[in-house]
């Protein structure tokens, strides 16, 4: 069982910027394919961006490519989502997942962390 913890996460104005962290508890985490995903109030649960083990293979949704970028320490059981010029659209709970090994940019990952949220007002 993979416990994720997310943080990072809190109030920013348009065009700032915030970075999220995912620590996982398993020491097995460079098998783990990484993932964020986000979920607006009233909104499904939607992909935002995936690692792959190594972190040579990096994936984006179209709607944060060029703003966001996802990084992994294996060293330190941490993913990151560097998120800039951030946009009211980009208001959601953030949730960290992981999957052994496959990364895939739909929701078909095994563990996910509690969320935080991500507010960007004006």
């Known amino acids: 069982q993979v416990q994720l913890v997310e943080s990072g996460g809190g109030m920013v104005q348009i065009g700032g910027s915030l970075r999220l962290s995912c620590a996982a508890s398993?020491?097995?985490?460079?098998?783990?394919?990484m993932a964020w995903f986000r979920q607006a109030s009233g909104k499904e649960r939607e992909f935002v961006s995936a690692?792959?083990?190594?972190?040579?293979?990096?994936y984006y949704a179209d709607s944060v490519k060029g703003r966001f970028t996802i990084s992994r320490v294996n060293a330190k059981n941490t993913v990151y989502l560097q998120m800039n010029s951030l946009k009211p659209e980009d208001t959601a709970v953030y949730y960290c997942?992981?999957?052994?090994?496959?990364?895939?940019?739909?929701?078909?990952?095994?563990?996910w962390g509690q969320g935080t949220q991500v507010t960007v007002s004006s």
């Open positions: 997942a992981a999957r052994p090994f496959t990364v895939t940019t739909n929701r078909n990952y095994d563990y």
């Open positions: 398993d020491r097995t985490f460079s098998t783990y394919a």
């Open positions: 690692i792959s083990l190594n972190g040579r293979s990096t």
